[in-house]
């Protein structure tokens, strides 16, 4: 299995432009997770889907962000207009439900955002 | 108040020492309990699940108080190798299963 995958590893962007970040997950799981990690706020919880359903996007900082997951195989994470500090490494992630217990998250390699 | 709290470090070891990582949490209705690493410029990974009743991996030793909202991971003979971040991560079924990282403690292990 290729484990999860997302495009691009490293994006440089202009202050005001539209970013859009991309996910595979593991074929077969069920929940999907966007997280962004910085050295202050550490791993934060952006929005997370289950069946492709967004199930909490309480994380997503303000509108300027938002996420897709038109099928299970593929999420986006847009960011416009992007802004110097959305700055950070955006990892994806990827589970399955067995049972009543949910499993251990796959993380991709993430993405490595600079808006200058 | 942030929903997983870890001292963020860093720990500066010898090789050989014991070390101890606390984490609390803040939701009573969580549920599984974790400790994942991150090395650097990586992505997380699973250490280990943390079991009620304690549980024990070779040299790491996973402890869970549910009254006292606490996880605690527990190091012995510390290799040079263990040099990473500690993330405590918790999950809540709340709609769906709600997973939150702490931010993680640092650890560098030195010859």
């Known amino acids: 299995d290729a484990g999860v995958i997302q495009s691009p590893r490293h994006e440089v962007t202009e202050m005001g432009q539209e970013v859009t970040l991309r996910c595979k997950p593991i074929?077969?799981?069920?929940?999907l997770f966007w997280y962004r990690q910085t050295m202050m706020r550490g791993l934060e919880l952006l929005i997370y889907f289950n069946n492709n359903v967004p199930i909490d996007d309480s994380g997503m900082p303000e509108d300027r962000f938002s996420a897709k997951m038109p099928n299970a195989s593929f999420s986006t994470l847009k960011i416009q207009p992007s802004e110097p500090r959305d700055s950070a490494v955006y990892f994806c992630a990827s589970s399955y439900t067995s049972g009543v217990f949910n499993e251990k998250l796959f993380f991709g390699s993430g993405t490595q955002l600079s808006v200058l | 108040r942030k929903e997983v709290e870890q001292d963020p470090g860093p720990f500066n070891v010898p090789e050989g020492a014991t070390v101890a990582f606390n984490c609390t949490y803040s939701?009573?209705?969580?549920?599984?309990f974790f400790w994942y690493r991150q090395d650097c410029r990586k992505e997380p990974k699973l250490l280990m699940s943390?079991?009620?009743s304690g549980n024990e991996d070779g040299r790491f030793t996973a402890q869970l108080n549910r009254a006292s909202q606490y996880i605690s991971l527990l190091i012995r003979d510390s290799k040079l190798s263990d040099s990473a971040t500690y993330l405590c991560?918790?999950?809540?079924?709340?709609?769906?299963?709600?997973?939150?990282f702490g931010a993680g403690t640092r650890l560098f292990v030195k010859a």
């Open positions: 939701n009573s209705a969580s549920q599984s």
């Open positions: 943390v079991y009620s």
């Open positions: 074929s077969g799981h069920d929940y």
């Open positions: 991560v918790v999950k809540a079924l709340t709609g769906g299963f709600k997973t939150i």
